[in-house]
């Protein structure tokens, strides 16, 4: 019997038992967890998951979405989520992924592009397709109405209610199902109502855990304990267990207020004007020094420098840094004197380097190389007087509301992150905020966050005008 013949004959049976269509169609075989997944999908067809990292919830979506494509007539799948570029990384890449695994009689059925999975015969009517859904387009999905129509929500926690209040009325027709999955990142909002107790659509929750999923590696787990503090830090909760962070927490930046930033593209025209700082932590013994470049509303580029014994070695790097772009600026003749170029070629305007203890030797030697440095001491009096115990705590505040009012941009660096989430902030007697020190951080989760003190070095300015209301 040809494949094709074979194919048809199992048809039927697969429209009504996708986990056969996974095995023998995609031939994958599904964790134990993803299993569990599929079959109440089958069972309860409205279904919320929430996990750690490496479940495999993506790909079940992504082979879900085939199973149903390839099985129904006209069939509708659109995939959402609050972020493009996460759409395409994850969900899309997998359908990509395991569309290519089809054999020839599926594949030929469908074209698949960076946005879209189309029947070649039927076109639009028969489609699976990405769509971004922001509270500004809340209607995104409106109008995609199928008798067989299968959503799939993934970053569940970061969508709105009422975006997902929009896309409940496409999914009133006998053959309609719909997943909302996600890393419980926020503490607040639709996904983390629905898990604690609000009635919704969603008929069967699910909660996995990374430590029993055979596709996350253990030394990740390990490494995360360790980076983290342990089972209690919100990142291990967040991405590991599954589980949501407490919300009443002193940790003082919300991981997926970080998250945003690292997942979001901001065009050249929305930094491209703004001054070039570069913040300076140094740390010559145990510690790494490191070098924080931030232009606006973009971080753009760290440097790490570990075991560099010698401040004047120290000085040696940072200026070289600094020569890389000034010879291209130099190189360039034709706008040598316009400060709008001194910008687009990244020259820093000012190095803001933390002079405590042994900083002070890197500003001195580096004034004298004629350097932009400014030395800052963290210990100095804040300007919001009142309401910080001293510039630091104003320093990691700023940290934190630029995170979290100017949409901003960080690069993808796992130390970045860790050091934005570990620390805590109190409040001493006299009712103002102060951070925790490096000495209590270091014995919490024994280093010391030195990429989170070169980024928020960069947000010190020398004069800032204060403005009364
Ligand atoms: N059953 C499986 N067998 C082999 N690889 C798998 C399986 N399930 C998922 N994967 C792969 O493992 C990785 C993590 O899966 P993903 O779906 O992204 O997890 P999650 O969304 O839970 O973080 C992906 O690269 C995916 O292709
Ligand atoms: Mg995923």
């Given at each position: 019997m040809k494949q094709t013949e074979r194919l048809l004959i199992h048809l039927r049976r697969w429209r009504s038992n996708p986990l056969a269509f996974i095995r023998e169609v995609l031939n994958v075989e599904p964790?134990?967890?993803q299993t569990?997944i599929i079959l109440n999908f089958i069972q309860?067809r409205?279904i919320?998951?929430?996990?750690?990292?490496?479940?495999g919830k993506t790909a079940v979506c992504a082979w879900l979405l085939i199973w149903f494509m390839c099985c129904f007539k006209n069939a509708r799948v659109p995939c959402?989520?609050?972020?493009?570029?996460?759409?395409?990384?994850?969900i899309w890449n997998e359908v990509g992924i395991w569309y290519r695994n089809l054999p020839e009689y599926f594949k030929n059925q469908f074209t698949y592009t960076a946005e879209s999975l189309t029947n070649t015969r039927h076109g639009t009517a028969w489609q699976s397709y990405i769509?971004?859904?922001?509270?500004?387009?809340?209607?995104?999905?409106?109008?995609a109405?199928s008798a067989d129509i299968f959503v799939i929500?993934d970053?569940?926690?970061?969508?709105?209610?009422?975006?997902?209040?929009?896309?409940?009325?496409l999914l009133?027709s006998i053959n309609a199902y719909s997943m909302?999955?996600?890393?419980?990142?926020?503490?607040?909002?639709?996904?983390?109502?629905?898990?604690?107790?609000?009635?919704?659509?969603?008929?069967?929750?699910?909660?996995?855990?990374?430590?029993?999923?055979?596709?996350?590696?253990?030394?990740?787990?390990?490494?995360?304990?360790?980076?983290?503090?342990?089972?209690?830090?919100?990142?291990?909760?967040?991405?590991?267990?599954?589980?949501?962070?407490?919300?009443?927490?002193?940790?003082?930046?919300?991981?997926?207020?970080?998250?945003?930033?690292?997942?979001?593209?901001?065009?050249?025209?929305?930094?491209?004007?703004?001054?070039?700082?570069?913040?300076?932590?140094?740390?010559?013994?145990?510690?790494?020094?490191?070098?924080?470049?931030?232009?606006?509303?973009?971080?753009?580029?760290?440097?790490?420098?570990?075991?560099?014994?010698?401040?004047?070695?120290?000085?040696?790097?940072?200026?070289?840094?600094?020569?890389?772009?000034?010879?291209?600026?130099?190189?360039?003749?034709?706008?040598?004197?316009?400060?709008?170029?001194?910008?687009?070629?990244?020259?820093?305007?000012?190095?803001?380097?933390?002079?405590?203890?042994?900083?002070?030797?890197?500003?001195?030697?580096?004034?004298?190389?004629?350097?932009?440095?400014?030395?800052?001491?963290?210990?100095?009096?804040?300007?919001?007087?009142?309401?910080?115990?001293?510039?630091?705590?104003?320093?990691?505040?700023?940290?934190?509301?630029?995170?979290?009012?100017?949409?901003?941009?960080?690069?993808?660096?796992?130390?970045?992150?860790?050091?934005?989430?570990?620390?805590?902030?109190?409040?001493?007697?006299?009712?103002?905020?102060?951070?925790?020190?490096?000495?209590?951080?270091?014995?919490?989760?024994?280093?010391?966050?030195?990429?989170?003190?070169?980024?928020?070095?960069?947000?010190?300015?020398?004069?800032?005008?204060?403005?009364?209301?």
């Amino acid at each position: 019997m040809k494949q094709t013949e074979r194919l048809l004959i199992h048809l039927r049976r697969w429209r009504s038992n996708p986990l056969a269509f996974i095995r023998e169609v995609l031939n994958v075989e599904p964790t134990d967890q993803q299993t569990d997944i599929i079959l109440n999908f089958i069972q309860y067809r409205f279904i919320a998951v929430r996990s750690g990292n490496k479940v495999g919830k993506t790909a079940v979506c992504a082979w879900l979405l085939i199973w149903f494509m390839c099985c129904f007539k006209n069939a509708r799948v659109p995939c959402t989520s609050p972020s493009e570029s996460q759409l395409k990384k994850g969900i899309w890449n997998e359908v990509g992924i395991w569309y290519r695994n089809l054999p020839e009689y599926f594949k030929n059925q469908f074209t698949y592009t960076a946005e879209s999975l189309t029947n070649t015969r039927h076109g639009t009517a028969w489609q699976s397709y990405i769509k971004t859904a922001t509270k500004e387009r809340p209607e995104v999905l409106s109008g995609a109405h199928s008798a067989d129509i299968f959503v799939i929500m993934d970053e569940g926690s970061a969508i709105d209610g009422e975006i997902i209040n929009n896309i409940l009325p496409l999914l009133g027709s006998i053959n309609a199902y719909s997943m909302i999955i996600g890393n419980p990142m926020r503490t607040s909002g639709y996904f983390f109502d629905l898990f604690h107790g609000k009635p919704s659509i969603f008929k069967k929750l699910l909660h996995y855990s990374a430590e029993d999923s055979p596709l996350m590696p253990q030394e990740t787990l390990k490494a995360w304990l360790e980076a983290f503090g342990g089972r209690d830090s919100s990142y291990y909760k967040i991405h590991a267990l599954g589980e949501f962070p407490a919300s009443d927490s002193d940790q003082l930046i919300s991981l997926y207020i970080i998250d945003e930033a690292k997942n979001r593209r901001l065009n050249k025209d929305e930094y491209e004007d703004a001054d070039v700082i570069w913040g300076v932590d140094v740390g010559l013994d145990h510690d790494a020094s490191t070098l924080v470049k931030r232009q606006g509303r973009k971080v753009y580029d760290i440097k790490k420098w570990r075991k560099v014994k010698d401040t004047v070695k120290l000085c040696g790097l940072i200026q070289e840094e600094y020569n890389k772009e000034l010879k291209k600026y130099e190189e360039d003749e034709e706008h040598k004197d316009e400060e709008d170029y001194v910008k687009t070629h990244k020259l820093p305007k000012r190095i803001n380097i933390d002079e405590i203890g042994i900083g002070r030797g890197t500003v001195d030697v580096l004034k004298g190389w004629k350097l932009p440095v400014f030395g800052v001491n963290v210990g100095w009096a804040p300007k919001e007087k009142g309401r910080f115990a001293n510039l630091k705590a104003e320093l990691w505040f700023m940290a934190k509301e630029w995170l979290e009012l100017e949409a901003p941009q960080i690069p993808d660096d796992q130390d970045l992150i860790t050091d934005l989430v570990v620390p805590k902030y109190q409040t001493n007697p006299s009712g103002k905020i102060k951070i925790e020190s490096k000495d209590q951080i270091r014995k919490r989760i024994g280093r010391s966050t030195d990429t989170g003190d070169g980024f928020v070095l960069t947000l010190y300015r020398p004069k800032q005008v204060k403005v009364y209301i």
